[in-house]
């Protein structure tokens, strides 16, 4: 079974993994939201094997609200009421030995389903959150909420395109932040596993957005008040495959 996504594949820092990808995935009405954030207040929350990544000096945390649709298995057709939801991303950027990549300090959705396989299979944040999208008049209104660490978690925003449709440079922040082919995860008992995905390059629009949000503050920093980098794209279709074991914990065995 070949997939859309895999009809480009010359973008690609590194060549598609060889054996059979798992699973599908549709992106729709996504908003890549961006701010630059320094380091060290995000070494804490990344294992150390993982390098923090900089763009010209400085790190970057994402926002990223979208639509699911086409979630599934390769090979198993939708389930309704199962293959399409809601997702609000919080995430940084990392690298391990050469490979850059994706770190998720949360994902939330509406999917118990999705909650639960994302946290046993991927060792993913994933939490059950309730959630609104609507499109109205060719801008998004979304909304988002859930209990974390005894912390009510909102986010809340606007947002819809306002330029006409383009690539990212190779070499622009807007690459850098956008062209990910992986994401990185940590199991409960501390090994790091690699998540290869892929799909075609992004197509991106300039964005305009209003935001009302807390999401980082059960991780102990804030968003500057800098009005963030934003770009819109309306959909993308991605494949991934399982999960694959990059480094092992290291445990301090002391006498």
Known sequence: MSHPALEKQSHRPWPVPQNAWKGRQTWRDLLFAHWPVPSEKLRRLVPEPLTIQEHDGASWVGIVPFRMSDAMVRNLPNLPGLSAFPELNLRLYVDYKGKPGVWFLSLDCTNPLAVWGARRFFHLPYFKAKMNV??????????????????????????????????????????????????????????????????????????????????????????????????????????????????????????
């Open 134 to 255: 609507k499109n109205r008049s060719g801008h998004i209104h979304y909304s988002s909420r859930r209990k974390m660490f005894s912390m009510q978690v909102d986010f809340e925003s606007v947002y819809g395109p306002v330029s006409n449709p383009f690539h990212a440079k190779p070499g622009t922040l807007e690459h850098f932040l956008t062209e990910r082919y992986c994401l990185y995860s940590q199991s409960p008992d501390g090994d790091i596993y690699r998540v290869e995905i892929h799909h075609k390059p992004w197509t991106l629009q300039k964005a305009e957005a209003s935001f009302s949000t807390n999401l980082t503050e059960p991780f102990g920093f804030q968003l500057p008040e800098t009005q963030p980098l934003l770009h819109f794209s309306p959909i993308q279709k991605v494949i991934n495959w399982l999960p694959e074991k990059v480094k092992e914990r290291e445990f301090d065995i002391r006498n």
